[in-house]
């Protein structure tokens, strides 16, 4: 345990960025977890009263066009979008991983199928292939993070394909298979595991498309449905409000957005670095 | 190299360009607009509300309205005044049962064919026989059959009647019976399709005051001035461009910097902002006979109750919503169902919000602890229609009436209020004649039509509007008006929020705007002062 | 070579019938009724059931697929409802639009993401090596929308700089004659030096908007490429024979970490070319993505249709094209082909 704690921090101090990235991190988890509670107004309750109000003591972050906290709503927000974030990437990396271990390791017909399959999705323009998923079966909360996770899909599918095909014939799992096991089991406990560590590093560069492929969705009006605080119906909301001065509607969940975004992307570099030192970009 | 050379190659290439273009700038006039028309054509199918922008500017029909000026110094089209365009003069005939009209000898077609009878009747039967919107509207002024239009000679064109009503001359005058040249049409006609609407759709065979220069759906329509009109004054721009720009905050950074002279569809806050800022010429007009309301579907329950619609209206923040949604751009009406400008009308604003009466009328209805609903509205119009959904949400629970508010795109809108299974929703309608009883027979008549959203029939308001309809007694008129009202209030079958209004910005530089019933823009009257 | 094409393309076909299938299904699936929509106001039922069997919408869905396919075989992508034109026309308009805005991104962000890549390779670890992951991870972390309304909001409505975002050209100005529909490549050769202005003015900001999305995985693919080649036996030949630094890094050094990166940048022009949907829509572009989008919503399949088929083959195209290339650059593909 240790050695990894050395290893670890000789990585992150030789990358403070990964340090940062990690922290920022961390803390987004924690909001996620206590957001609501910290928020200091409910973010649905509307004042008309104080709309449109630029950032000052009383509202950190300003106030929307019926009055309600930004702040509020950019906290509670946190909870969603890393909500959908992880599910799409989770689902995601399930399903891709699944069917490209399979692929990869019976080869055959298994393989034929699963390439077909994954090159028909990577083969879409992928922001118009979730647009069309998300407006087909309807405008909700799972179909976006449904559309996002098949859009990721052929990701984890080729790569888990790569990796388990490389393993395949190594000793190992030649010894595995002739001490008795399976050939289920022999994937799954035996080559499986060894193809984790670049396909985290996959998972977490796709958490940030994830939002930003939720933000998009919700410019063109696919997304989350009113009032519910999500930060990119927020920034397509306050688009409409930065020609007029009102900057800080569009302002503070596009800075949510991008720092979670900027932090995934940091953290799956890091990550890269600390699993193989060999591959380090 | 790279980016020192690419940033200053850049830097050069925004400076500004020579105003060559200058002399072209001022005889044009340059309009931004969110969408653009979809069909050159207004008698085809799924014409677009912009294409009746096109239809007005570049052919011309057999009458139009005349023109008043308001108190406030702006100019509107007079509905009580019939004005000569195509037809020069006409003539009503003794038994009251057809008009006659001689058009105008002048009169030539885009190609520089004459404009005849023959081609007027053509255009109507057309009109009458497409079906859709077109024959719609026809029919709204009693014009249905063919066999009505009858050409005399060459110059004069008979209308019969079916029926007497008020509305068929100043039907003659909305946007649809255009005059087509069916010389040019009808070569352009086949057997499958004998109205040539396959090549009319992109080939205007027009005599207006513009022709279609150039027309690149999606993305923008070139007009050029026809310098033969003569159904009216000429026009002083020589061109007109309508770019379509799909960005409010864009088409308003456009108007604020001089690079566009006029648009309408901006958010109702710009406006309120650029009429204060003073920099523009903003006029603001209320859309007549027109309000948005809350609907709400009285043949299932629980909105069947009359009490706990009586109760949605005791609870709807209407003040609130004014000033925020709709930042006062329009007319307050708070319940009442006819629009300022229009026969009727009393600023009385029946309700006001009143939790505690509606709490009870709740529980009167059998409601004490609420129920759950769906409340939606059309996404196309969110800029509006979202704040008003999130406020009514907001008070609706106050009473019990927990809500989910469902977006539904603007392409499915009409689908979906087709299907008249919607509880409770937000919608507007705006009928082009100016009267409460053609409002009421299309939004409230037992008839059904697709417009009465609700679904409510009541034959004793039935009785009223069908009277109003064809009433000539201007006392018994109003006695039927006020009739139909009463029981409205009463029934509640939706709540009218507000008249909305029709916003124009425009450059200080721009005058002679005018607003038509048809809320397009008629590019005939404007001119650069 | 023309075998390894000829096989390339087979085995692209099947992608394209897939592609075909799903992205018709997806289209049927669209909620919403064209027939309703297209009927106008006060259409009755009737009205709309004429107007659903004058659309082929009343038909079993086995037998639409039958009958879109055998247009499509015809080169027939079908008609848009919105603007009423054949779809193939409308795409063929307005692909120049899209395909110039996402070269220009492209080669902003390529002259941009590869000297910094090249520079961070060659001090690893340096301020400089993080401060590029740093900038080029911001750019890709920024939803594309957001940046394309800042920009306009900076550059034209407060200082003026950026031409109006109307599109292509000012409103008054002519295109010049169409050659190739590149405005660029058309004015170039009309000779007309202030319509090349134009053009180029106007496309800066959303070029620039697209652009730095792309930047971040052409900077890291460089800088990955480079330090693997930097490393390399022949580079420590050609350092210790005494070539100049300048003449090892860009004669030997880069030439070679290339061909990781080309291979890269057409996944990249692809995936911009579906990027470009939201870039248009801010801009006014009138490429293809905004008239899918604006099909999109208003449930017209065909365009929508169109212009995934469209997108999909020219993915397939590419990356065909990119495979060539590559194995036409280097001699060890071709040997091992």
């Given amino acids: 345990m240790s050695r990894v704690v050395r290893h670890a921090r000789h990585v992150v101090g030789e990358n403070p960025v990964t340090g940062v990235a990690g922290g920022v991190f961390l803390a987004l988890l924690v909001l996620a977890a206590v957001g609501p509670r910290v928020a200091p107004y409910d973010p649905l309750l509307t004042n008309t009263r104080h709309k449109l109000e630029a950032p000052s003591p009383a509202h950190w972050f300003g106030t929307d066009q019926v009055g309600r906290d930004l702040l509020s709503r950019v906290l509670v927000a946190t909870r969603l979008d890393l909500g959908i974030a992880l599910s799409a990437v989770a689902l995601s990396f399930a399903a891709g991983a699944l069917a490209g271990a399979c692929a990869g390791f019976y080869g055959g017909w298994v393989d034929r199928i699963v390439t077909r399959v994954m090159d028909t999705i990577m083969a879409f323009p992928l922001f118009v292939l979730a647009m069309g998923i998300v407006a087909a079966l309807g405008n909700t909360l799972a179909n976006i993070v449904v559309a996002t996770a098949v859009i990721n899909l052929p990701f984890y599918a080729r790569m888990a394909r790569a990796e388990v095909n490389v393993r395949r014939e190594a000793g190992f799992v ?29 998972a977490s560069l796709n958490l940030g498309w994830a939002i930003l492929n939720a933000a998009g969705l919700s410019f063109i009006g696919l997304g989350v449905r009113p009032p519910t605080p999500e930060w990119g119906i927020m920034v397509a909301e306050g688009a409409a409000f930065i020609v007029s001065g009102e900057w800080w509607i569009a302002l ?30 | 190299m790279t980016r020192r050379t690419l940033l200053i190659v850049a830097l050069l290439a925004l400076a500004p360009t020579p105003s060559a273009q200058a002399q072209g700038r001022a005889d044009t006039l340059i309009v931004v607009t969110e969408s653009g028309p979809n069909n050159l054509d207004i008698h085809g199918v799924g014409t677009n509300r912009p294409a009746y922008q096109a239809a007005w500017n570049v052919y011309d029909r057999l009458l139009t309205f005349g023109v008043k000026t308001l108190p406030d110094g702006t100019r509107m089209y007079d509905y009580s005044t019939l004005k000569p365009e195509l037809a020069e003069s006409w003539q009503l005939a003794p038994d009251g049962m057809s008009v006659t009209f001689k058009l105008r000898k002048d009169a030539k077609f885009h190609d520089g064919t004459p404009v005849t009878a023959h081609d007027v009747k053509w255009s109507f039967d057309r009109a009458v026989t497409v079906g859709g919107f077109p024959t719609f509207q026809m029919k709204a002024g009693s014009l249905e059959k063919p066999e009505q239009f009858e050409v005399v000679d060459d110059l004069t064109f008979r209308v019969k009647f079916v029926r007497k009503d008020k509305l068929t001359l100043p039907d003659l005058a909305v946007p649809v019976p255009v005059v087509i040249n069916a010389r040019l049409a009808k070569k352009h006609a086949t057997a499958q399709d004998p109205w040539a609407m396959d090549w009319l759709k992109a080939n205007p065979a027009a005599g207006g005051a513009y022709r279609i220069e150039s027309w690149k759906p999606g993305v923008e329509t070139i007009y050029a001035r026809n310098d033969d ?37 901006l958010p109702p806050k710009d406006f309120a902002e650029l009429a204060k800022a003073g920099k523009l010429k903003v006029i603001g007009h209320p859309v007549e006979n027109a309000h948005a309301y809350l609907g709400m579907n009285v043949k299932n329950p629980p909105f069947a109750h009359p009490k706990v619609r009586q109760a949605v209206a005791h609870v709807i923040p209407y003040q609130e919503i004014f000033d925020s949604a709709v930042f006062q751009r329009g007319v307050l009406l708070a319940g009442y169902p006819i629009a300022r400008g229009t026969a009727g009308y009393e600023a009385m604003a029946p309700f006001k919000p009143d939790p505690d009466k509606a709490k009870k009328l709740m529980a009167e209805a059998g409601y004490p602890n609420g129920f759950e609903t769906v409340l939606s509205y059309d996404q196309g119009f969110a800029t509006i229609n979202e704040p008003m959904a999130i406020l009514a949400q907001e008070a609706l629970a106050q009473i019990g009436i927990r809500a989910t508010i469902n977006k539904v795109p603007g392409a499915n809108w009409r689908a979906a209020f087709m299907k008249k299974d919607m509880p409770i929703f937000l919608n507007a309608f705006g009928g082009w004649l ?36 064809f009433e000539t007694d201007p006392k018994k008129y109003a006695e039927q008006v006020k009739g139909f009202v009463a029981v409205f209030l009463r029934d509640l079958p939706r709540v009218p929020i507000y008249q909305p209004q029709l916003d124009v910005a425009m450059q200080k530089s721009v005058g002679g705007y005018q607003y038509w019933f048809h809320r397009q823009l008629d590019y005939r009257q404007l001119a650069r002062e | 070579m023309l075998r390894l094409i000829g096989r390339r393309l087979a085995l692209a076909v099947p992608g394209i019938v897939g592609v075909v299938v799903v992205s018709f299904l997806l289209n049927r699936a669209l909620p919403g009724d064209p027939a309703a929509f297209f009927a106008g106001p006060a259409a009755t039922r009737e009205a709309v059931e004429e107007i659903r069997v004058k659309l082929g919408l009343d038909r079993s869905l086995p037998e639409q697929f039958a009958l879109y396919v055998r247009d499509l075989l015809r080169g027939d992508l079908g ?127 959303p070029a620039v908007t697209l652009g730095l999305f792309a930047m ?4 890291r693919m460089t800088r990955a490429a480079m330090l693997g080649v930097l490393g390399s036996d022949f580079v420590r030949t050609a350092r210790a024979s005494g070539l100049a630094p300048r003449t090892v890094l860009v004669t030997y050094a880069l030439r070679n970490a290339l061909l990781p990166v080309v291979t890269l940048l057409g996944m990249i022009f692809s995936f911009l070319l579906g990027a470009n949907v939201l870039v248009e829509k801010v801009f006014a572009w009138p490429g293809v993505g905004s008239y899918a989008l604006e099909a999109l919503i208003a449930s017209d399949y065909a365009p929508v249709q169109g212009f995934v088929l469209v997108m999909a083959s020219l993915y397939v195209l590419l990356n065909l094209f990119i495979d060539v290339v590559y194995g036409l650059v280097d001699p060890r593909v071709r040997i091992e082909g």
Avoid at chain 1, 252 to 267: E, H, I, K, S, Y
Avoid at chain 2, 439 to 465: C, K, V
Avoid at chain 3, 216 to 219: C, E, F, K, S, V
């Fill in chain 3, 216 to 219: 971040a995985p052409i900077a």
């Fill in chain 1, 174 to 202: 030649d010894a595995a298979r002739l001490t008795g096991n399976a050939p289920a089991r022999v994937l799954a406990v035996h080559v499986f595991p060894n193809c984790l560590p670049p396909m985290m590093v996959q």
């Fill in chain 1, 252 to 281: 503070f969940p596009g800075l949510a957005l991008m720092l979670a975004v900027f932090c995934f992307n940091l953290l799956g570099d890091g990550l890269r670095d600390l699993m193989d030192p060999r591959r380090r970009t």
């Fill in chain 2, 229 to 265: 009109w003569k159904s009216g004054p000429l026009p002083r721009f020589r061109r007109v461009i309508v770019r379509e720009v799909p960005s409010a905050g864009n088409r308003r950074a456009l108007l604020e910097r001089g690079d566009a002279d006029i648009s309408f569809d």
């Fill in chain 2, 434 to 469: 100016n009267y409460p009883e053609y409002f009421f027979f299309w939004n409230i008549h037992g008839q059904n039509a697709i417009f009465n959203t609700s679904s409510y029939q009541n034959p004793e308001m039935d009785r009223l509007i069908d009277a109003a309809r």
């Fill in chain 3, 79 to 205: 008609t848009s409802l919105t603007t009423g034109q054949p779809v193939s026309r409308d795409l063929l308009a307005r692909l120049p639009a899209s395909l110039e805005l996402t070269l220009a991104g492209l080669l902003l962000a390529v002259g941009v993401a590869v000297p910094l890549g090249v520079l961070a390779a060659t001090r690893p670890g340096a301020w400089l090596d993080h401060l590029t992951r740093v900038v080029t991870t911001a750019g890709v972390s920024l939803p594309v929308f957001f940046t394309g309304l800042l920009l306009v909001y900076v550059f034209y409505y407060l200082l003026g700089w950026a031409p109006a975002p109307l599109g292509r050209l000012d409103a008054v100005s002519a295109p010049p004659p169409t050659v190739t529909g590149f405005l660029l490549v058309d004015a170039a050769l009309a000779g007309d030096p202030e319509t090349f202005r134009a053009a180029l003015a106007h496309l800066v900001l």
